[in-house]
């Protein structure tokens, strides 16, 4: 199975600072046939499902505002907030789809400083 | 707009099974494939298996091999997912969420918790 590693394990930002969320995959996620990467990034607030915010590591789902990107390929990926806004407080997974079984990772606690 | 509503939650004493359902609406149910998703309190995400709705393909995590079966009716647009042996390791929420061919997952359900407990 392939092994997703988040840093930090939690995160304190002050509002309007950026917020940088990091994911190591253990084998690399990238698709030569294709060069996409298969990583998604989501969010979840407490007592929500999680939620869709980016695919093939750095395509925003639609209505996902522009302050959240992502960025990396292979190994080595990074969410970053550019603007931490308050409704952003939520737990952030990074998932492969690349191979089944899918993975995530363990989850990065971002807070308000 | 797509919608995922899985059944309420439940309680069960631990060696029985649970059955969750999952409906779904606002797309065509065959075109996606369906997984279960499920999270522990305070833990993070793990992934049981998905189900294609259109013949019934499955494929589990090994972890869960022998112990989860994902079943769907077309006629209803559900697909079901049944945990046995239960034991307290197993409380959790778990969540039914689809996927395109390529793997990404969206929307997810509401989520159902599944509480075992003697």
């Known amino acids: 199975d392939i092994v997703m590693t988040q840093s930090p394990d939690s995160l304190a930002v002050s509002l309007g600072e950026r917020a940088t969320i990091n994911c190591k995959s253990s084998q690399s996620v990238l698709y030569n046939s294709n060069n996409k990467n298969y990583l998604a990034w989501y969010q979840q607030k407490p007592g929500q499902p999680p939620k869709l915010l980016i695919y093939?590591?750095?395509t925003r789902e639609s209505g996902v505002p522009d302050r959240f990107s992502g960025s990396g390929s292979g190994t080595d990926f990074t969410l970053t907030i550019s603007s931490l806004q308050a409704e952003d407080v939520a737990v952030y997974y990074c998932?492969?789809?690349?191979?089944?079984?899918?993975?995530f990772g363990q989850g990065t606690k971002l807070e308000i400083k | 707009q797509v919608q995922l509503l899985q059944s309420g939650a439940e309680v069960k004493k631990p060696g029985a099974s649970v059955k969750v359902s999952c409906k779904a609406s606002g797309y065509t149910f065959t075109s996606y494939f369906m997984h279960w998703v499920r999270q522990a309190p305070g833990q993070g995400l793990e992934w049981l298996g998905r189900i294609t709705p259109s013949g019934g393909s499955t494929t589990y995590a090994q972890k869960f091999l022998g112990r989860v079966t994902m079943t769907t009716d077309t006629s209803t647009s559900t697909v079901y997912m049944e945990v046995s042996s239960l034991r307290s390791e197993d409380t959790a929420v778990y969540y039914c969420?689809?996927?395109?061919?390529?793997?990404?997952?969206?929307?997810w359900g509401q989520g159902t918790l599944v509480i075992v407990s003697s």
């Open positions: 093939w590591a750095s």
């Open positions: 998932q492969q789809y690349y191979t089944i079984p899918q993975t």
């Open positions: 969420v689809r996927s395109t061919m390529f793997g990404w997952l969206d929307p």
